[in-house]
T-cell receptor, first 115, second 116 residues
Framework: AQSVTQPDIHITVSEGASLELRCNYS??????LFWYVQSPGQGLQLLLK??????LVQGIKGFEAEFKRSQSSFNLRKPSVHWSDAAEYFC?????????????FGTGTKLQVIP | GAVVSQHPSRVICKSGTSVKIECRSL??????MFWYRQFPKQSLMLMAT?????????EQGVEKDKFLINHASLTLSTLTVTSAHPEDSSFYIC????????????FGDGTRLSIL
């Protein structure tokens, strides 16, 4: 079965600093990969997705992620963090299943942004 | 704007009550929807896959008689927590797929269920 690991439970960065959130997956083939963001008490918003093609994916809110097959990683990056980026971030893996994708989520990384 | 609407956003009720949560796809038809449960400070756990016009597929360990799922139309799936107890208190989130190639899931804003 596929699995997703987000090694950092909690990260604190200063506003304006760069950010990288780590994500590793375990699966025999290349899965679909996603990053979602969740604000407290809210649902999930899709930041970006990778299905195939260019391994550097651009998303919303200035985020990007790079798929590295050799490292089974899909790390999320942002060059300059804003206070409004404080939230919980989930990496997810999707595997084709009967016409859709069955998605497994990582345990999440909570991002705190300090002035 | 939101493409998946979930209602209600918050429910507080007494133990033994049954609670229905609705998940609607607003501008597309969704033959498949998903129901997740999220405990505090934890990730989302898939509870079941809701299929329009057929029975839901439940994940291992999820009681299908406890969590009734109905997907009667292409835009609406409902989750009913029957005879709810305090241990059922949680954040429930639904998602839906647009039909098409390489489409991601779109999530509702979730329902905070609190059983007293």
């Amino acid at each position: 079965a596929q699995s997703v690991t987000q090694p950092d439970i909690h990260i604190t960065v200063s506003e304006g600093a760069s950010l990288e959130l780590r994500c590793n997956y375990s699966y025999g083939a290349t899965p679909y990969l996603f990053w979602y963001v969740q604000s407290p008490g809210q649902g999930l918003q899709l930041l970006l997705k990778y299905f195939s093609g260019d391994t550097l994916v651009q998303g919303i809110k200035g985020f990007e992620a790079e798929f590295k097959r050799s490292q089974s990683s899909f790390n999320l990056r942002k060059p300059s963090v804003h206070w409004s980026d404080a939230a919980e971030y989930f990496c997810a893996v999707g595997l084709p299943s009967g016409g859709y994708q069955k998605v497994t989520f990582g345990t999440g990384t909570k991002l705190q942004v300090i002035p | 704007g939101a493409v998946v609407s979930q209602h209600p956003s918050r429910v507080i009720c007494k133990s033994g009550t049954s609670v229905k949560i609705e998940c609607r796809s607003l501008d597309f038809q969704a033959t498949t929807m998903f129901w997740y449960r999220q405990f505090p400070k934890q990730s989302l756990m898939l509870m079941a896959t809701s299929n329009e016009g057929s029975k839901a597929t439940y994940e291992q360990g999820v009681e299908k008689d406890k969590f009734l799922i109905n997907h009667a139309s292409l835009t609406l799936s409902t989750l009913t927590v029957t005879s709810a107890h305090p241990e059922d208190s949680s954040f429930y989130i639904c998602s839906a797929y647009r039909t098409g190639v390489n489409q991601p899931q779109h999530f509702g804003d979730g329902t905070r269920l609190s059983i007293l």
